[in-house]
C-alpha cells in the first residue's frame, strides 16, 4: 500500500532522551507530508492527464480507421466507376464503329446503284443519240431523194430540152 501524507503525519517515533529534535523532526515530516500531497496530487493530475490523451489516442485510432477504411472504399469505389466507365465506353465505341460500318455500307450500296444509274443513263443517252443521228440520216436522205424527185418531176414538166435552163427557158 502506498504511503499517504496522513501516513507521514500521524507517524509517531518514541521518546529518547538523546533523540531529534521534536520541532524539528515535526517540520521535516510536515514538509515531507505536504511534498508527498504534492506529489500525490501532480500523480492523480498526471493520471487523469495521461487517461484524457489515451482516451484522445483512442479516438484519433479511431478516426484513423474510419479514415483508412473510407479511403479504402473510396478507392474501390473509383476503381469500380473507372471499370464502368471503361466497358460504357468500349460499349459506346463498339456500338460507333457498328453504326459507322453500316452507314459506310448503306453508302457504298448508294453510291454502286447510282454509279449504275449513270452508266445506264449513258447507255440511253449513247443510244438516243445512234437513234437521233440515224433518224436525222434518214430525214436527210429522204430530204435528199425528195429533191432528186422534185428535179426530175421539173425536168419533166419543162419537157426535153437542149441544156440545161431554167422554167422561163433562159439558162
Known sequence: ??????DIESQHFKREVLGYS????????????????????????LQRMMQATRAEVDEYRRREKTLIESLAAAER?????KALAQAEAEKLM???????????????????????????LKVE?????NKLLALLE??????ELRRQESG????????PSTGPQGPDGRD
Do not use: W, Y
Open 1 to 6: 500500500m502506498p504511503l499517504t501524507p496522513l
Open 22 to 45: 521534536r520541532r524539528e523532526v515535526d517540520a521535516a515530516l510536515r514538509s515531507a507530508a505536504d511534498a508527498l500531497s504534492q506529489v500525490n496530487l501532480d500523480r492523480e493530475e
Open 77 to 81: 469505389l473509383t476503381e469500380e466507376r
Open 94 to 120: 463498339a456500338d460507333t464503329r457498328t453504326q459507322c460500318e453500316q452507314l459506310l455500307q448503306r453508302t457504298r450500296a448508294e453510291v454502286t446503284r447510282i454509279e449504275q444509274q449513270i452508266l445506264r
Open 125 to 129: 443517252r449513247e443510244t438516243f443519240e
Open 138 to 143: 434518214e430525214h436527210r436522205r429522204l430530204v
Open 152 to 159: 426530175i418531176a421539173d425536168k419533166m414538166r419543162r419537157g
